[in-house]
């Protein structure tokens, strides 16, 4: 099993930053995708970056220039940085993580989710 923890949300006035965090636990090798997706009231949840081993990250049109997806192999740890944060960026975010190889061996192709963290940003 995977567990994932995020941390680094809060309110914050338009214009600013935040930075968020996550980190896989469990018996974790490597990790092919790491990503973040959120969800607004009253939305369906979306992908806002992602980040696959061996590739360029992709990022939501609307999220392209502001944040800034980053991961930490090592820790088993991504980041997502968030620059000129807008009221539209309101939502609970959550940690992805797919494609886990164990240490025992197995290759999981399963889709593993954080508790979410909100952000809120005011006008």
């Known amino acids: 099993q995977v567990q994932l923890v995020e941390s680094g949300g809060g309110l914050v006035q338009a214009g600013w930053s935040l930075r968020l965090s996550c980190v896989a636990s469990?018996?974790?090798?490597?990790?092919?995708?790491m990503a973040w997706y959120r969800q607004a009231p009253g939305n369906q949840r979306e992908l806002v970056a992602a980040?696959?081993?061996?590739?360029?990250?992709d990022y939501a049109d609307s999220v392209k220039g502001r944040f800034t997806i980053s991961r930490d192999n090592a820790k088993n740890t991504v980041y997502l940085q968030m620059d000129s944060l807008k009221p539209e960026d309101t939502a609970v975010y959550y940690c992805?993580?797919?494609?886990?190889?164990?240490?025992?061996?197995?290759?999981?192709?399963?889709?593993?989710w954080g508790q979410g963290t909100q952000v809120s940003v005011s006008s």
């Open positions: 992805n993580v797919f494609g886990v190889l164990s240490t025992q061996g197995p290759y999981y192709a399963t889709n593993y």
């Open positions: 469990g018996r974790i090798n490597s990790i092919d995708t």
């Open positions: 980040m696959t081993s061996g590739r360029s990250p």
